[in-house]
């Protein structure tokens, strides 16, 4: 009797009935919600609707009547009899060489920097830092530090190409005794570029490395056993991994390089003459300094536009395509 009550498998508890969960009240998530709303409304929703208004006027902040003048502010920014035509589109010309000139250093140089120090080897946790340390440096800093830096007569530049013999092959180059770096072009725009380059090449690096990460090691290993050369391996397993990156960094730094100001304020004051005077010194001098709101906003809005379609356009080109799904192009070869 007593073995069979030893055999006996011990009695299953009864399963205990949770407790229902409390819904809140249908005003809870807006509660929670709430604190970024009204910053995001503060600072972003109402200054954009204020600045659209504000741009269908002929809008003088020194001035009680603020006329309503539709899309007139729109329309001289393309009449090339306009005042305003010929500045605005002076300034987008200077953007647009700034960005022509630092993106495709900005997209290369950092790639290749977190190529190498995504390897393993001593140091290269001391390497990552030393490259990403400019960035958290302030735009005043920068441009302050890289005036002197960059001086024709006191700039140490000029005193270590002088003491090294370099400053020979720039003077082969077409560039002046002493070189020129902040007063003649094309050197005003290699000084804005570089120090550019120097600033924000880390921020790159590190989004970089963050999606080296993400890339299956086991890819390499297969791409190495099929024989596959160091340049076959990126092209068709480094770059596909980093399709989403590559589209996150070439959209920030576009966005980043249109609205250059500080350092082309602070290094050059848009000279020599106007040809590094960027769209946003136009629009700060238009709208602060000739008290025209309305004209301003117009333009600031024009660029934004340009900026939302290039943004778009970066990120259709660049999308992670759906695995199994083939292309037209090649379902017709194949049809």
Request: proline share 7%; charged share 15%; hydrophobic share 50%.
């Amino acid at each position: 009797m007593s073995a069979a009550h030893a055999a006996r498998p011990p009695a299953r508890r009864a399963p205990q009935r949770r407790a229902p969960l409390r819904r809140g009240a249908w005003w809870t998530p807006y509660v929670f919600l709430a604190p970024f709303l009204a910053i995001f409304g503060t600072f972003v929703a109402f200054p954009a609707l204020r600045g659209l208004w504000m741009s269908l006027h002929d809008w003088d902040y020194l001035m009680p009547s603020k006329p309503f003048v539709g899309l007139g502010n729109y329309a001289d920014l393309f009449d090339s009899s306009s005042v305003l035509f010929g500045r605005f589109w002076d300034g987008m010309a200077a953007t647009g060489i700034f960005v022509v000139a630092s993106v495709p250093v900005l997209l290369a140089l950092p790639l290749l920097l977190a190529l190498a120090l995504n390897r393993r080897f001593p140091g290269r946790t001391f390497l990552r830092a030393v490259v990403f340390l400019p960035y958290v440096l302030g735009v005043a800093v920068v441009g302050v530090l890289f005036r002197f830096v960059l001086d024709p007569n006191l700039g140490i530049l000029n005193h270590l190409l002088d003491v090294t013999r370099l400053d020979g092959l720039l003077h082969a180059l077409g560039a002046g005794d002493p070189v020129p770096w902040l007063t003649a072009q094309p050197w005003t725009w290699v000084s804005l570029v570089g120090v550019t380059v120097w600033w924000t090449l880390g921020f790159n690096m590190i989004v970089y490395l963050a999606g080296l990460q993400d890339v299956p090691a086991e890819l390499y290993d297969a791409a190495k056993m099929d024989g596959a050369s160091a340049g076959q391996r990126f092209r068709h397993v480094t770059l596909p991994g980093l399709r989403p990156v590559l589209a996150f960094v070439l959209t920030m730094t576009v966005l980043a390089s249109a609205n250059m100001f500080g350092q082309s304020d602070l290094m050059t004051s848009g000279g020599p003459g106007t040809s590094t005077r960027t769209a946003l010194m136009v629009i700060l001098d238009t709208g602060l300094g000739e008290y025209r709101m309305g004209a301003a906003a117009a333009m600031g809005y024009l660029l934004s536009v340009g900026l939302g379609v290039v943004s778009i356009i970066s990120f259709v080109a660049l999308r992670e395509r759906e695995p199994g799904r083939p292309r037209r192009r090649a379902l017709r070869s194949a049809s």
